[in-house]
């Protein structure tokens, strides 16, 4: 073999070395992509600076620092007296309640992402609404109900919908559910570093039941201190 043949084939047993190679890392960076970003479905639905959602509670991808929000950088409210307290499941939550009413409980939660986390207000009032179904089939954000209002100085996105309400699932650590009858009344309320969310779902009967006890929840909304 002349000194013309070897060079050639060293060149291309080195062009197919970097290719392997080449393949192998870039197969490595999907598996890590794949790994870190949570469910595919779920996160594409979820609005531009929400975090991503794990496939399990006990997987949150960036659980919150619970000195974050707090002081003069977090929100505070009353909560209805016949409301029970429960403990958050998870950092996310700020509070969460268990609504009795006439439809059977419901429950409300508080929601906090961290500094400048969460997505804008009306991106998330849509993901809320798609978690609906109409019996007719229609498109649950043409049923939607939105009111921008001021609370002191704390601007707020009201959320209003029901259908059928897809709860749980993988993400949240649950079987998923579908619940016919089921009502959610919601609120975006502007933070001093990021949004905050109020979710109140549960039956139609029980959430009616209890619209004034929210409103109120709302209206008792003032910066931390």
Same mark, same amino acid.
């Given at each position: /073999?002349?000194?013309?043949?070897?060079?050639?084939?060293?060149?291309?047993?080195?062009?197919?070395?970097?290719?392997?190679?080449?393949?192998?890392?870039?197969?490595?960076?999907?598996?890590? *992509?794949?790994?870190?970003?949570?469910?595919?479905?779920? *996160?594409?639905?979820?609005?531009?600076?929400?975090?991503?959602?794990?496939?399990?509670?006990? &997987? +949150?991808?960036?659980?919150?620092?619970?000195?974050?929000?707090?002081?003069?950088?977090?929100?505070?409210?009353?909560?209805?007296?016949?409301?029970?307290?429960?403990?958050?499941?998870?950092?996310?939550?700020?509070? &969460?309640?268990?609504?009795?009413?006439?439809?059977?409980?419901?429950?409300?939660?508080?929601?906090?992402?961290?500094?400048?986390?969460?997505?804008?207000?009306?991106?998330?009032?849509?993901?809320?609404?798609?978690?609906?179904?109409?019996? *007719?089939?229609?498109?649950?954000?043409?049923? +939607?109900?939105?009111?921008?209002?001021?609370?002191?100085?704390?601007?707020?996105?009201?959320?209003?919908?029901?259908?059928?309400? &897809?709860?749980?699932?993988? /993400?949240?650590?649950?079987?998923?559910?579908?619940?016919?009858?089921? +009502?959610?009344?919601?609120?975006?309320?502007?933070?001093?570093?990021?949004?905050?969310?109020?979710?109140?779902?549960?039956?139609? *009967?029980?959430?009616?039941?209890?619209?004034?006890?929210?409103?109120? +929840?709302?209206?008792?909304?003032?910066?931390?201190?």
């Amino acid at each position: /073999m002349n000194k013309r043949s070897t060079y050639i084939l060293g060149a291309l047993l080195s062009a197919l070395l970097v290719s392997g190679c080449a393949d192998k890392g870039e197969k490595t960076a999907n598996t890590a *992509d794949v790994t870190t970003a949570g469910p595919i479905a779920p *996160d594409a639905e979820l609005p531009e600076g929400h975090p991503p959602l794990a496939q399990r509670q006990d &997987q +949150m991808i960036a659980p919150v620092d619970p000195g974050a929000g707090t002081g003069a950088s977090g929100l505070t409210w009353d909560a209805p007296e016949s409301w029970a307290a429960e403990t958050p499941a998870n950092t996310m939550r700020r509070a &969460q309640f268990r609504v009795p009413g006439p439809g059977g409980d419901g429950e409300c939660v508080v929601f906090y992402f961290g500094p400048g986390q969460g997505g804008d207000a009306m991106g998330n009032a849509v993901r809320w609404a798609n978690q609906f179904t109409q019996p *007719d089939g229609s498109a649950s954000t043409e049923r +939607m109900k939105t009111e921008q209002v001021t609370v002191g100085a704390i601007e707020v996105l009201r959320v209003e919908v029901s259908g059928t309400y &897809q709860s749980g699932g993988p /993400m949240m650590g649950q079987a998923g559910q579908s619940l016919p009858g089921y +009502m959610l009344l919601g609120a975006v309320a502007e933070g001093a570093d990021a949004n905050w969310f109020f979710k109140f779902t549960g039956p139609r *009967d029980t959430v009616e039941a209890n619209r004034s006890s929210f409103d109120e +929840m709302l209206g008792s909304l003032r910066a931390g201190a």
